[in-house]
């Protein structure tokens, strides 16, 4: 089986940097997304990780250890619009190249001003 | 149009009734799967589909079942709704890329 832990809620003040943590614990593993939903919305895609480091995109950026089954997104420059719910998933290998998803139970940050 | 669609949006439904969720999408992904969503729970998986013809039960699939007409659709029934069913239900597809694509969801209600 699989065990994703993260943070309940966070808040974090307008402007700022914020870093929401994730580890699991996973056999098979084959890589770490983050997806960002806002509330009563669908989740969307903000990033993958499979090989260990930090991945950037923008304001965003990701960091994975597999050896220490842990993973961090990291915001910058924090918006309102940033409020959401951010969800850590791990994938891992079924077996006959067949793999699935699992979701952690998902950060609430709050950005106040 | 979007690229995964749920019908319907909301749905408020008596106990004992049978309900069908509807899926369908344009990515032509063969990967399809129904996950429900409850407050402090997060997303977990009720049934998967990677062809047509290959159904699998996931964390959660006790009172429901699934039908995968085609590559595109993928329904999600209740037999006989129940009021801890009412949840937020999320289609999603899944390419040869990194993640999911998730349809808008479907706020179900059981009184």
Same mark, same amino acid.
Not at chain 2, 79 to 108: H, K, M, V, W
């Given at each position: ?22 580890? /699991?614990?996973?056999?098979? $593993? *084959? ?13 969307? $895609?903000?990033?993958? *990780? ?21 993973? /961090? ?41 | ?19 069908? %969720? ?55 029934? %209740? ?8 949840? %937020? ?18 706020? %179900?209600?059981?009184?």
């Amino acid at each position: 089986g699989q065990n994703i832990d993260q943070p309940t809620e966070m808040t974090a003040t307008e402007g700022a940097i914020v870093q929401i943590n994730c580890t /699991y614990q996973t056999s098979g $593993f *084959n890589g770490l997304f983050w997806y960002q939903q806002h509330a009563g919305e669908a989740p969307t $895609f903000l990033s993958y *990780n499979v090989l260990d480091g930090l991945e950037e995109k923008g304001r965003f950026s990701s960091f994975l250890s597999r050896s220490k089954g842990y993973s /961090y997104l990291l915001l910058k420059e924090l918006q309102m619009k940033d409020s959401a719910s951010y969800l850590c998933a791990v994938r891992a290998l079924l077996g006959a190249g067949s793999y699935q998803l699992t979701f952690g139970k998902g950060t609430k940050l709050s950005v106040i001003p | 149009d979007a690229d995964v669609t749920q019908t319907p949006r909301n749905r408020i439904t008596k106990t004992g009734k049978r309900i069908m %969720l509807e899926c369908s999408q344009t990515k032509g992904h063969d990967r399809m799967y129904w996950y429900r969503q409850d407050p402090g729970l997060g997303l977990r998986l009720i049934y998967y589909s990677f062809d047509v013809k290959d159904i699998n039960k996931g964390e959660i699939s006790d009172g429901y079942s699934v039908s995968r007409q085609a590559q595109a659709k993928f329904s999600l029934s %209740l037999e006989s709704a129940i009021p801890n069913q009412t949840a %937020l239900y999320f289609c999603a597809t899944q390419g040869q890329d990194y993640g999911y694509t998730f349809g808008s969801g479907t706020r %179900l209600t059981v009184v």
